[in-house]
């Protein structure tokens, strides 16, 4: 199977996972698609595929003759689209030749270059787009497809020589919940390489540091019309806080290495009131600085309101993966070699969000960030290029090869 017929199969599969399930896999769809995965590694020559019993595939390329010695690398992706938009009856359509002009992506809705001028660049390729009723899910089967298309590619040409490959292919990394059962041991590779980037060239090592707040507000409903120095408006405290939020620090103003506080939900009555934050910065001391000022604001509002009024609950979710990466420059060395010897152009830059990689890297296994050649993820918009995705695969060649010397 070539690497177009790959991905437009693992794209038929409806993979969302979902954020309110306690489940793990939140969702049983996804274990139909790593069933697959786990059928298609052993079809291909692999050892050692298995399904576990919480949804993550594995199997192993083993290492050529005389290259058993050579250090353990994993590649690893993530099997579960977005729960921002359905991932059932996927409909992809292959433009060849793409003419950098504006794509219909049915009767009634453009994707067009003014809104999306990155589509420029991919003038000539042979783009994979929706058709603008579902997401695409690119993000992470063109990470798959690559992945699964270099280990065949490895297993087919044995004059390759290598180490031994470590696959993992991993549920519910869009949730936040990708790695929580991860076995870094059992797995046994020294390093990995998460395939889960976007435009071709990207190499990610450095993310953010993330918390997450949950605020709930206990109001006093009382008449209106008699609600003098009685009434606590639950959502007027909410609309409060969030003033006291510094507005330039907001996702919509901020860019780089700029973090930010973005409030994700807000419900309530007069009453009750909830609201969810997250908060990012890739400084460590700016992200503490940041929980420190809405833990002040809570205390400012019960000062205001009454103790007891405001109650914040704070958790951090993942930390920056630099610090765990920078003992080992081979690993962004290598992959910077990989990339230019696949004709790529090697762009190292922040994430703007978070990878299974940025936790298993503070699990002991540092793994950094590769493209796929997926773009706009998560919605209607979403592409992909088959020629980057055709070099994202090469790179992982490139990869098991320069480990492997």
């Excluded at 794509?103 to 009634?108: E, F, Q, S």
């Excluded at 109650?311 to 081979?330: A, C, F, G, I």
Aim: charge should be negative; aromatic fraction near 8%; proline fraction near 5%.
């Amino acid at each position: 199977m070539n690497l177009k017929e790959r991905f437009l199969k693992y794209a038929s599969f409806d993979t969302q996972s979902d954020e309110a399930s306690q489940t793990y896999p939140s969702t049983a769809k996804q274990l139909e698609f790593s069933r697959r995965l786990v059928e298609e590694m052993k079809a291909i020559g692999m050892t050692e595929a298995a399904l576990d019993e919480h949804g993550y595939a594995t199997g192993t390329i083993p290492a050529t003759a005389g290259r058993e010695d050579r250090p353990v690398i994993g590649f690893i992706a993530h099997v579960d689209t977005s729960p921002d938009m359905s991932g059932a009856n996927v409909r992809p359509r292959v433009i060849d030749h793409y003419n950098g002009e504006d794509i219909p992506l049915n009767d009634h809705l453009l994707m067009k270059v003014a809104d999306f001028p990155e589509l420029a660049d991919f003038k000539g390729h042979s783009l994979v787009v929706t058709d603008g009723t579902t997401l695409l899910g690119a993000d992470d089967k063109a990470g798959i497809a690559a992945i699964m298309t270099a280990a065949e590619h490895l297993v087919t040409h044995p004059g390759i020589a290598h180490g031994k490959i470590r696959l993992a292919f991993t549920p519910d990394e869009e949730i936040g919940r990708g790695v929580d059962f991860f076995d870094v041991q059992r797995f046994g590779a020294t390093f990995a390489y998460t395939v889960d980037g976007g435009y071709e060239g990207e190499l990610e090592y450095e993310n953010f540091n993330a918390a997450a707040a949950k605020i709930v507000v206990q109001g006093k409903s009382v008449h209106p019309g008699y609600a003098k120095n009685k009434m606590i408006n639950a959502l007027q405290v909410l609309a409060e806080l969030n003033a006291l939020i510094p507005p330039r620090q907001r996702p919509e103003h901020t860019e780089g290495y700029e973090g930010f506080y973005h409030l994700t939900a807000m419900n309530g009555t007069v009453e009750s009131a909830t609201a969810d934050y997250i908060i990012r910065d890739h400084d460590r001391p700016l992200f503490e600085q940041k929980k420190a000022h809405i833990i002040e604001v809570v205390e400012q509002l019960n000062r205001a309101h009454g103790e007891g009024t405001v109650t914040l609950s704070l958790k951090d979710q993942y930390y920056n993966m630099r610090q765990q990466l920078e003992p080992y420059p081979e690993l962004i060395n290598k992959a910077i070699g990989a990339m230019q010897r696949a004709g790529v152009t090697p762009i190292v830059r922040p994430i703007r969000g978070g990878t299974d990689g940025a936790r298993l890297s503070y699990m002991g296994l540092p793994c950094p960030n590769i493209f796929t050649g997926g773009m706009n993820f998560h919605g209607k918009f979403e592409y992909c290029s088959l020629q980057s995705m055709e070099r994202a695969m090469h790179t992982i060649v490139n990869l098991a090869e320069s480990w492997g010397e």
